[in-house]
Nanobody, 117 residues
Framework: QVQLVESGGGLVQAGGSLRLSCAAS????????MGWYRQAPGKQRELVAT???????NYADPVKGRFTISRDNARERVYLQMNSLKPEDTAVYYC???????????WGQGTQVTVSS
């Protein structure tokens, strides 16, 4: 059974940084493409960033140049380094296995990120 556990969220002032972590289990992690999504209050969940099994990355336009996705196959974790945070980054952040830009698994509990102005 696939399990995804996100952590690292919190309250930060605009301009600050956070590093999110996602621990994956129940899968052969290193062969899977992974992604981070977010859902703000009253909005649909949106894709933030993806990283392939080979380490290629893609980012949504609003976060390009500010966020960095990475992975540690030995620890079966995917990370999202978020810098220069803005109030509009406030959302619950989720990780998932992806195929292209589409999620492949059910969602975990997510981790709340709140950016104050």
């Amino acid at each position: 059974q696939v399990q995804l556990v996100e952590s690292g969220g919190g309250l930060v002032q605009a301009g600050g940084s956070l590093r999110l972590s996602c621990a994956a289990s129940g899968i052969y992690f290193r062969i899977n493409d992974m992604g981070w999504y977010r859902q703000a209050p009253g909005k649909q969940r949106e894709l933030v960033a993806t990283i392939t099994s080979g380490g290629s990355t893609n980012y949504a336009d609003p976060v390009k140049g500010r966020f960095t996705i990475s992975r540690d196959n030995a620890r079966e974790r995917v990370y999202l380094q978020m810098n220069s945070l803005k109030p509009e980054d406030t959302a619950v952040y989720y990780c998932n296995l992806v195929r292209g830009s589409y999620p492949r698994n059910s969602w975990g509990q997510g981790t709340q990120v709140t950016v104050s102005s």
